[in-house]
């Protein structure tokens, strides 16, 4: 049993100044002023610090016991701030036990989904930080999606980014992104996904991967796994990255080239995975089910090609009516039936020991989870800029190029669509659809805004098809 311990929130008075104190901790780093915020810090502890000769006195610390062998994990807070992690403390030991065993174990800390960042890690404690402070006064997210090219070698008759693609925008600079991931971590994100197209064509994603400060946030990437050289998962190994999900669409191959309209792309698309994993990349399957899929038992086909394979964990997204799929009728979408088919699907691979960890959006994203994750702790942002929900709703809020990222994450926040939360996928919703998406033009080049008023800004997409060539 290894202990490790995280400073949540100190105080010490300046050197050169003995009436001002100074909050330091991953409280302190949430860009809230913690001692007004927690008078009670301030009145009956600035004493203290002036009086120790260190001038410095601990708050509040959280101690983790971690028995990697035996997959413990224990933790308790320290100081006489205690109280203030409590019900986040309450959180993580039910949230922990729920998640039932560890899939990896990375940075000292157990990996329970790719998606969260180890427990414990620095990153973690600051995520953890950031739903202490945020209250009810602030939301923030936790994931945000990149596309950092629209480039693709594949022509999927699903593709959700399709209708994003002209040659008629600038995609983001390297300095440009690089300012996107930093306004991200500061907004609390700790999942930076880098996706495409496929983000393996971008010429700087290494740089880009390794410019994530690995404090705040790790970076993850989905992929279509045709790149997967030894010699681009040593560059990606090097560059830091946490983990990927590799898209599958079939577990029958001829299928999953003839979705993706590239023979022999399942077979190397498989051998990309195989050497990510013998690299020790973290790497998960991402596929979609269709009502087909769940009734005929290919969900549970490709889960058992993720455990054939060795992979960490398979998640299964629902057909979502965007992108190609847009003006998808309602038969091609999940029933209320499949998607509890799904969900005890879930449940029962996770208890079992020798499979990889199963995620489902019909549990994760509804209304049994966490609801929709757009506009509350996720957002996308398209290659030209464009910051819409998620990378299935082809709405924008704002452009990187025109605004800050935080000014664009409040538009969105302030929109009555996004105002509250929302117990499912906003996408499945038809009501949500007539009022926002089906007066969306058929031919227009997506994602349209969301605000009249973004209509004609600089960088908007209605502003790149009107402006004169």
Known sequence: MT?????????????????????????????VDVLKRYSLAESALGMLARLKSSKKINLLSLEFEVDTDKGLLSCQ????????????????????QALGRPIAVRERGFVYNLYQPPIPSQRFINSMSRLVVQGRELIRPATCTLQVTTECQLNCYHCSAARYKTARRAELTTEEMKSVIRQAEALGCFNIVFTGGE????????????FVNRDRAH???FTNGLLLTDEKISHLSDAGLHSMMVSLDDPRSYVHDELRQFPGGFDKTVTGINRALKAGILVGISTYAGPEDVREKRVEEMIELGKKLGVHEVTIFDIVPTGKLLQSQEEQLLSAGD???LIEMERKYNSMGDYPHIITQALVNGPEGSGCFGGFSQFYMTAYGDI??????????????????????????????????????????????????????????????????????????????????
């Not at 006489?80 to 409590?86: E, F, I």
Request: some cysteine; hydrophobic content about 35%.
């Open 3 to 31: 202990k490790y311990n995280y400073d949540l929130l100190s105080i010490h008075a300046k050197s050169n100044d003995r009436d001002r104190l100074i909050a330091e901790g991953a409280l302190a780093n949430q860009g």
């Open 77 to 96: 807070a320290k100081g006489p701030l205690s109280s203030l992690v409590a019900k986040e403390l309450e959180k993580l030991r039910e949230r922990v």
């Open 199 to 210: 983000p393996l064509l971008r010429r700087d994603i290494f740089e880009l991967i390794s």
């Open 219 to 221: 970076p993850s990437m």
């Open 339 to 341: 998607k509890r088919q």
């Open 388 to 469: 819409d929900p998620c990378d299935f709703t082809p709405l924008t809020f704002g452009n990187v190029r025109d605004e800050a990222l935080e000014d664009i994450w409040q538009r969105m926040l302030a929109h009555p669509a996004y105002a509250r939360r929302c117990n499912h996928c906003r996408m499945q919703d038809s009501d949500f659809r007539n009022l926002y998406i089906d007066s969306i033009p058929e031919d227009a080049l997506l994602p349209w805004p969301a605000f009249d008023e973004l209509m004609h800004r600089p960088n908007s997409p209605l502003s790149a098809c009107t402006a004169v060539k």
